[in-house]
């Protein structure tokens, strides 16, 4: 259970687009809309380390065969929410924006984790190195575990984020932040799509 909750840690410690999507927005509308955020990815999470865990030697090769399509398309979403953000955040006043229940931020980020099916195939690489012996209650507890690390390391990315929204002067400088965030998430769909090709 550790090993499978350390995962869990690691990979959505890993810097990527959903983190840089969490940081920027708790920095943008505080701690609990980061929260919810990191719960959406954490639950993504758990739903494809259940399915890694419990059927990843039958999709994994199918998955593989399509590696390069798959990669294609997720950069072309990341690049067109990465943009799109961006874009927002230029052409919006610099009035503070008007308040968003912190709970809408749940599904962006949950819609965006697992639309990419890559994150399957690194879940079912470490599949190799837990104890599930074909007992889905053993999967299923092992995928709980990997969920828990997540959990942990997205609220505490969204928690980042608020706080550094906080000590920031004014709408301006979450604003910046927010910028900064998209541009890095275009950045990671660009690098997606040049890999596949």
Not at 89 to 98: E, G, H, R, T
Not at 144 to 166: E, K
Request: proline residues 5%.
């Amino acid at each position: 259970m550790m090993k499978a909750f350390l995962f869990g840690v690691i990979v959505a410690g890993a810097i990527g687009p959903i983190a840089l999507l969490i940081f920027g927005t708790g920095a943008r509308q505080g701690f609990a809309a980061g929260a919810f955020a990191g719960l959406g990815a954490a639950l993504a999470d758990l739903l494809y380390a259940l399915a890694a865990l419990s059927a990843g030697a039958l999709l994994l090769p199918y998955l593989a065969e399509h590696e390069r399509a798959i990669q294609a398309g997720c950069g072309l979403l990341l690049t067109a929410l990465g943009t799109w953000m961006f874009f927002n955040v230029l052409k919006s006043p610099v009035a503070p924006a008007a308040a968003v229940p912190a709970g809408s931020a749940f599904w962006p980020t949950f819609l965006l984790t697992i639309v990419n099916p890559m994150t399957f195939v690194v879940f079912a690489g470490v599949v190799p190195q837990l104890p599930v012996a074909g007992s889905l209650a053993r999967a299923g507890g092992l995928a709980f575990a990997l969920a828990a690390g997540s959990t942990l390391v997205n609220v505490a990315i969204g928690g980042s984020g608020a706080a550094l929204g906080r000590v920031l002067p004014g709408e301006g400088g979450r604003r910046a932040v927010t910028a900064v965030a998209a541009a890095g998430i275009a950045a990671f769909g660009i690098q997606g799509i040049v890999a596949a090709y």
